[in-house]
């Protein structure tokens, strides 16, 4: 597509068609002027682009956005198997004012002689640009949502066929092929363009989201070229930043809703399954950033049930029935009460056309079992058989359909929702791998298929993540290292203090080119407030109890639990996580908000060297541990545990007094497993290390699961890629020693001093709903 300036517009041409922008208001001009040839002398070439998004407005300044560099990143197949189109990726955005000179516009589509130019490069001319032309000077809102396009490259196209729908969908020829509306991220911008026809040539539908493929030759049992695909479309209704937007709205659109299809193509043949993700369809927020901030339900049963219903009809009416909820909320401790809410409202709602499974992954999969997602796999296989899958044979026929979805959400929708999706997935293709003759019903699935599945659902939730959060959600590389480990092992974690207060800075200002771009409004959100003193003990308080509910298995006895703050980094926010048990040691790195965890290492307590105390600086006590591994530094936090609350320190004197007393208790628990009489080594001053040996290391977990490394004991991978068993897993110790055992005087001393003490056990959860359960339509499974 070619752009022409005027005196009086701005003209694009595009395969013998033109279109023409009013330079004074941006509006099409509906009656072009005369012919360039004749216009030659006042005609300036500016260059050339792929196509344009549409147009924004910023008071009386009117920009046109424009694709100007993509790249293929996969293809669908076409009508017939021979034909295809390209999905591409869009790499970069501009925006020209229709005001602005040639040779203005000509810097922007080409900034350099052929490349790109260096971002400081680019500023330089973008300032010398506006000072020779003497423009207005660019709206702060503009560079947000240039850089919403320009800095993530998560927007993608096809200019042959529409992006925004399944296969299914495009296949059955539904609705002559019109673009979904909710995943449809530049439909507003194309509506600014006016009321004037502006032809296919010129625009087409883009999706924010995820896309990736991958071909693998199948030589097992037959020989043939297999290609996966991985679509993710993000919906533009309640988009935006994660604690921005929560739950549902009036409208009964949910935050991070997302949409993910996988497709196979074989012998000419695509096959494709769709699933979907998004929040807790009821009206919820989370006040603060910090420490696991508490969630709060805003609204009454009665106040929400109409829009949740809505919500359900919605879906429904989109992809069939059954409808399948997925939650797997924790069924204890501060998600229980969305938990709740959600099965209320799925028993209310009385319908036989919904499924409901909850599923508390955390409480499961305690101790890092991962095998126990089998569990709600298995329980989800006839019902997954049943919502089958679309086929489409070598003629473009669709010779099966998908009825019906599985929704899936956690809290974030982040983590534990991309693991559970990546297993349903998993499970599907197999199905689809088997009917299609790929393996037999009797044999392992080819190894490279299930490396393949494992490594692109990490990647895909690696994007939604930092889509919705901010930041990438944490994987392991075990999987590009050919190890097989749980589907969805996430990378190690690498995000800082520093990186996590920018995000969450920008996220109003990230929020707002969001809005701008789909059209969206701020009525009634929650604004964001500072956190109390209270508030954040109690976080803290519920930080650390939750992180032993998830890592420690229920066979050990846990001593203590700390919120401390790694002594490499300058701030003053807990980073970590400390546990002790009789026999281990869990250190555990968290984000600053509590959410994620980005390393977790396991010390066995024989393994622990030297324990000192000493000042690092500005009379602050710091704790050292010299292991086999490595070293671990700590200084204490404004906040103490003590049997599970959390107390405010008030002097330097107190903090440092806390700190030793940690050293000491982990000092006592390493004698009574040694039987050693070995002592805290106070010291005059701790050097402290640009960067501590755990952040180096490879051990990292995302907020569910990931690569634990047990310092000392390794654990062994399966070779298996078909099951997952608990050689893949880290090994967790159920018998205490002998050492331990001669010991039981002292661990009674102990555990009377201890910070922590083990909670009352809890009622069963959901106890008040099974009468209503018994008696609904809504099949419900609590798992």
């Not at 097992?220 to 937007?245: K, M, P, V």
Request: contains cysteine.
């Amino acid at each position: 597509m070619i752009i022409y300036t005027t005196p009086t517009a701005l003209i694009l041409e595009e395969q013998g068609e033109r279109v023409e922008f009013d330079r004074r208001n941006g509006k099409v001009l509906e009656k072009p002027e005369e012919s360039l040839e004749i216009l030659d002398q006042d005609v300036v070439l500016c260059g050339n682009v792929e196509f344009l998004i549409g147009k924004i407005s910023f008071d009386e300044q009117h920009f046109l956005f424009f694709v100007v560099d993509s790249s293929v990143v996969a293809c669908y197949r076409g009508t017939s198997a021979e034909s295809s189109h390209s999905i591409r990726r869009i790499e970069r955005v501009i925006a020209i004012n229709v005001k602005s000179d040639g040779s203005v516009i000509k810097s922007q589509i080409t900034p350099g002689s052929g490349t790109k130019l260096k971002q400081g490069t680019e500023k330089i001319m973008k300032f010398f640009a506006e000072k020779v032309t003497k423009a207005e000077p660019r709206p702060a809102l503009l560079d947000d949502v240039l850089k919403l396009f320009n800095d993530s490259k998560d927007f993608y196209f096809c200019r042959s066929r529409d992006v925004t729908i399944s296969s299914q969908k495009y296949f059955e020829k539904r609705e002559a092929h019109t673009s979904e509306d909710s995943f449809f991220w530049n439909k507003r911008m194309v509506g600014n363009l006016g009321e004037a026809k502006i032809s296919d040539k010129f625009t087409c539908p883009i999706m924010q989201g995820y896309v990736a493929t991958s071909q693998l030759e199948i030589t097992d049992q037959i020989n043939a070229y297999l290609t996966i695909t991985i679509i993710s479309r993000r919906s533009t209704r309640r988009a935006g930043a994660r604690y921005l937007r929560r739950g549902i709205d009036e409208a009964s659109n949910v935050a991070n809703f997302v949409e993910t299809e996988l497709i196979l193509n074989i012998f000419e043949h695509e096959l494709s399954f769709v699933q979907c993700r998004g929040s807790i369809p009821v009206f919820w927020s989370q006040r603060g950033f910090k420490y696991r901030p508490p969630l709060i339900i805003n609204r009454s049963v009665e106040e929400t049930h109409g829009v949740f219903t809505e919500h359900f009809k919605r879906l429904k009416a989109h992809y069939d029935t059954p409808l399948v909820a997925v939650s797997l909320v924790d069924q204890r401790g501060r998600e229980l009460p969305l938990a709740q809410r959600f099965l209320e409202h799925c028993v209310k709602a009385d319908d036989n056309d919904v499924t409901f499974f909850s599923f508390d992954l955390h409480q499961h999969c305690r101790g890092l079992n991962f095998q126990k997602l089998q569990t709600l796999i298995s329980s989800m296989e006839e019902t997954l058989k049943t919502i089958g899958f679309c086929w489409v044979d070598k003629t473009g026929e669709v010779v099966q359909s998908q009825k019906g979805v599985v929704r899936t959400n956690c809290i974030d929708c982040l983590d534990r929702t991309n693991l559970v999706q990546g297993q349903i997935s998993l499970f599907v293709v197999l199905q689809q791998a088997q009917r299609l003759g790929i393996f037999g019903p009797l044999c392992e699935p080819p190894e490279v298929l299930v490396q393949t599945m494992q490594t692109m659902w990490a990647d895909n939730g690696d994007v939604i993540s930092t889509q919705y959060a901010g930041t990438a959600a944490l994987k392991g590389d075990v999987t590009r290292n050919g190890e097989r480990k749980l589907m969805g092992v996430m990378k190690d974690g690498y995000n800082s203090a520093s990186r996590y207060y920018l995000t969450h800075t920008k996220d109003a200002q990230r929020q707002k080119a969001i809005n701008i771009v789909t059209g969206q409004t701020e009525a009634d959100e929650n604004a964001e407030e500072e956190e109390n003193e209270k508030e954040e003990e109690e976080n803290i308080s519920r930080m650390v109890t939750e992180t032993i509910q998830f890592l420690v298995p229920t066979q050990q006895t846990v001593i203590a639990g700390w919120g401390l703050i790694n002594a490499f980094q300058s701030s003053d926010e807990i980073d970590t996580v400390v546990i002790l048990t009789r026999s281990n040691l869990y250190i555990v790195t968290y984000e600053i908000d509590g959410e994620k965890m980005t390393d977790v290492q396991i010390v066995a307590l024989e393994d622990i060297n030297t324990i000192q105390t000493g000042t690092s600086g500005n009379n602050r006590q710091c704790a050292r541990l010299e292991t086999l591994e490595g070293v671990f530094i700590w200084r204490p936090s404004t906040v103490r545990l003590f049997n599970n609350t959390a107390i405010r320190l008030k002097s330097l004197e107190e903090a440092n007094e806390y700190i030793s007393s940690v050293a000491e208790q982990i000092q006592v628990g390493r004698n009574m497993l040694t039987g050693a009489e070995g002592s805290v080594v106070p010291v005059a001053k701790i050097t402290i290390p640009q960067m501590s040996v755990h952040r180096k290391s490879m051990a990292a977990m995302g907020a569910l699961f990931g690569k634990i490394k047990r310092v000392g004991k390794p654990s062994s991978l399966s070779k298996s890629a078909s099951t997952i068993s608990t050689a893949q897993l880290p090994e967790t110790d159920g018998n205490e020693s002998d050492a331990s055992q001669k010991s039981d005087h002292l661990m009674t001393k102990i555990l009377k001093m201890s910070q922590f003490k083990s909670d009352s056990p809890q009622p069963e959860p959901f106890s008040s709903l099974l009468p209503a359960i018994s008696e609904c339509q809504t099949k419900i499974s609590l798992l």
